[in-house]
């Protein structure tokens, strides 16, 4: 028997990644409230070593035109998405910003970031292509640089039928992200802030199983291995 959501990440790369995209282009272009990714680098001892960024499933890239508020010293902001629409607007938006079309699980771009951000991304991604798309994450991020890792944070895994297409079984899939990469080895937490998911202001307040999410900051060390 095939597994309906197979052919989850096709469905939003011919089309449901543009039609998320135009539902939510206004919003993103208003948003200049608070950030818990932004606001985690902000207090990041090692920010002004980070010179290069990318960011996967940028969307229209509003946080990479915002990064020079926390890291003034970037030299090259990147980005890519599943949406050929906001990959456009962002380019439109500020041609500074390397901003191309692709997946989590290939991204385009075949190069190491000092920084890489993945922000309410994961829990999209189609369940076969999982870890081919954790793995392609990680060869993404330097060693001796950050992955910011932001998703909801229920108390146990779980999935959730998406409402916006009937037509197809598309869900969302909601569990502690960082941890993936924390249990390799690889990657060492540097912080961690939990918070409801529809909070703009960076406000502290419950938030149950459902709106919960949680911003993780990584390291991924030199030497992840010493010798004993």
């Known amino acids: 028997m095939s597994n309906p959501t197979v052919q989850q990440d096709e469905v939003f790369r011919s089309g449901e990644g543009d039609a998320w995209f135009r539902r939510n282009a ?5 948003h200049a409230g608070h950030d818990w990714i932004l606001d985690s680098l902000s207090r990041l001892q090692g ?3 980070i010179r ?10 509003w946080r990479l035109a915002r990064l020079p508020e926390v890291l003034p010293r970037t030299t090259r902001r990147a980005g890519f998405d599943l949406s050929e629409d906001a990959v456009r607007h962002g380019r439109a938006r500020d041609p500074a910003l390397d901003l191309r079309f692709g997946a989590a699980s290939a991204p385009p771009f075949d190069e190491q970031f000092d920084l890489v951000i993945v922000s309410f991304v994961l829990h999209w991604i189609d369940r076969a292509l999982l870890t081919r798309s954790l793995a392609a994450i990680d060869a993404l991020v330097a060693p001796g640089g950050y992955l910011a890792v932001a998703d909801f944070l229920p108390d146990s895994p779980c999935r959730r039928r998406y409402h916006h297409r009937n037509d197809v079984a598309l869900y969302t899939y909601k569990q502690d992200y960082a ?19 529809g909070d703009t202001q960076g406000a502290l307040q419950a938030a149950g199983d459902g709106d919960r999410a949680s911003c993780v900051l990584l390291h991924k060390p030199l030497n992840a291995y010493p010798e004993r």
């Open 26 to 30: 206004a919003s993103l272009d208003a």
């Open 47 to 49: 920010r002004a070593d």
């Open 52 to 61: 290069t960024v990318c960011e996967v499933g940028c969307a229209s890239a």
């Open 179 to 197: 941890a993936a990469f924390t249990a390799t080895n690889l990657y060492r937490e540097v912080s961690r802030s939990v918070f409801h998911h």
